[in-house]
């Protein structure tokens, strides 16, 4: 079956880098666009970026353009997110989602939480 | 960037009811790429609906979604008391996308 395993989350200060790491499993990885999604503490849900299938494209939501950047290494089925610059409004839980039908997203990882705080 | 803007809020129903949850956009949808999600407390989201009226797969019947352009709806027949969470409408346009703000969906 299917299945995304996030990793890499933690607590970090502002300014810090961190790098989110996806595990996929269950299907074939390098056909598949792949996004990350996340999810301010008690907020709703905010797309963050995609990359294609082939890690040749990628985009971003204007809120992370240049300080995130999305890639992938279809050898070890992984998807990444490096968050540079990180700021407190950053804090949230991000998800992995692979891309679905009519540009829907059809399977999600159990999401890792990123606490930006000094 | 379309907005996408879900109504109501809350909606407080009982199970066996039925429910019916607006999305509309800021401007037209583009191929009607609108989603429906629903997620429960402590967990990802999972697909509902693609294209404004595709059940995802393994999602049952009494799950459906209606609409274009500007003005979608999430239909869920018969409430179920797994059904009571949090919906969010999202759609696709020029290689961006975007999240409407969800419906707490709540038992009365």
């Known amino acids: 079956q299917v299945q995304l395993v996030e990793s890499g989350g933690g607590v970090v200060q502002p300014g810090t880098s961190l790098r989110l790491s996806c595990a996929a499993s269950?299907?074939?990885?390098?056909?598949?666009?792949m996004h990350w999604v996340r999810q301010a503490p008690g907020k709703g849900l905010e797309w963050m970026a995609v990359?294609?299938?082939?890690?040749?494209?990628?985009f971003y939501t204007d809120s992370v353009q240049g300080r995130f950047t999305i890639s992938r290494d279809n050898s070890k089925n992984t998807l990444y997110l490096q968050m540079n610059s990180l700021r407190a409004e950053d804090t949230a839980v991000y998800y992995c989602?692979?891309?679905?039908?009519?540009?829907?997203?059809?399977?999600w990882g159990q999401g890792a939480l990123v606490t930006v705080s000094s | 960037e379309v907005v996408l803007t879900q109504s109501p809020g809350t909606l407080s129903l009982s199970p066996g009811e039925r429910a019916t949850l607006s999305c509309r956009a800021s401007?037209?949808?583009?191929?009607?790429?609108l989603a429906w999600y629903r997620q429960k407390p402590g967990q990802a989201p999972r697909l509902l609906i693609h294209?404004?009226?595709n059940r995802a797969t393994g999602i049952p019947d009494r799950f459906s979604g209606s609409g274009s352009g500007t003005d979608f709806t999430l239909t869920i027949s018969r409430l179920e008391p797994e059904d009571f969470a949090v919906y969010y409408c999202?759609?696709?346009?020029?290689?961006?996308?975007?999240f409407g703000q969800g419906t707490k969906l709540e038992i009365k």
């Open positions: 989602a692979r891309d679905g039908s009519g540009w829907s997203h059809d399977y």
């Open positions: 269950g299907f074939t990885f390098s056909i598949y666009d």
């Open positions: 990359i294609s299938y082939d890690g040749r494209n990628e």
């Open positions: 401007q037209s949808v583009s191929g009607n790429y």
């Open positions: 294209r404004a009226s």
């Open positions: 999202q759609q696709y346009g020029t290689s961006s996308y975007t």
